[in-house]
């Protein structure tokens, strides 16, 4: 182990012959030059790390030989080309960390080999298409549409796939996939409909499909799994109505941009629940308008109060903050509202409005707004 040590200059020829070693952790170092060919030599390895360092280069085919790993990490680096196809190799893998690395291209299909993989971190990479038990995959790490061959990664609890724009994608890879507990698909021109067998995911605890061309209506069953809390559906093709019952575990639900349409059944009045409707064509009438927040009648598709004559020609919001004047006598009205992962908001004046779908991973800020106190002049 030399993790740490400020280690600098090039890895010597002679770390490959240790063909012993089964633990090598060298991150967070200076390490500069190509990794060797000969670290496929290597063969009882089962933990290798090179993060944080300089390292440059190719990443050797030979990283395939070593099939006992079960964690390797190469992020932080300055490594050029794709990863080898040889990876896929590695059926014991359970631990892949490449952020940052510098590796481009697509992920290779071989990928779908490793079913033993748990855990991939691949965020700010170039690669086209970032976590597997937590794979996240962002802005083209894949080819696209999503290959078929990740149904075999029966494993997984927690996937994210978003951005990728080239094809169309079906939801038909995930159909063995029923250890997930996290799975976000956002963005990925998928034109399929949710599949019917959804209640059997019965461990998903975050669903977002949101941004995509999804058709159909809403299973029942999606919204009678008990350990679904956050559901997150907006900007798709959606028709149809809305469940009649609902888990008492989902309490953030974004239906925004949608088609759908009827009336609210009579979990829409639960407390402590977040649900954003913006942007369908649901019967709104006086009976149930006042159990949801205001100005949803406005907000239908189309904007039906906007018929017409407009009442602004302008208007100025302090982003972030509560209302300031400024020298000039402008009124900044105040952008303070507390929000959520699935909510909407109608300011005071009925002149503008804010809708909100989508939960930030790793974020401790439950309000969702961003505090300024700067001053206008």
Known sequence: KAYALNVVGVIPDELWTLTFLFNLNLGQNYLTGNLSASIGKLYRMQYLSFGINALSGTLPKELGNLTELLSLSFSTNNFTGSLPSELGNLVKLEQLYIVSSGVSGAIPLTFANLKSLKTVWASDTELTGGY???????????????PSTFSNLTSLTELRISDLSNGSSSLAFIQNMKSLSILVLRNNNISDSIPSNIGEYQKLSQLDLSFNNIIGQIPNALFNLSSLSYLFLGNNKLNGTLPTQKSGSLVNIDLSYNNLQGSFPSWVSEQNLQLNLVANNFTIESSNSSVLPSGLNCLQRDFPCNQGTGRYSE????????????????????????LGPATYYVVGTDRWAVSNGGYFAGSHNATYTSSSSSQFT
């Open 132 to 146: 597997l038990t937590s794979l996240g995959i962002g802005q083209s790490l894949l080819p696209c549409p999503i």
């Open 315 to 338: 208007f100025a919001i302090k982003c972030g903050g509560r209302q300031i004047t400024s020298s000039n006598g402008i009124v900044y009205e105040r952008d303070n509202e507390t």
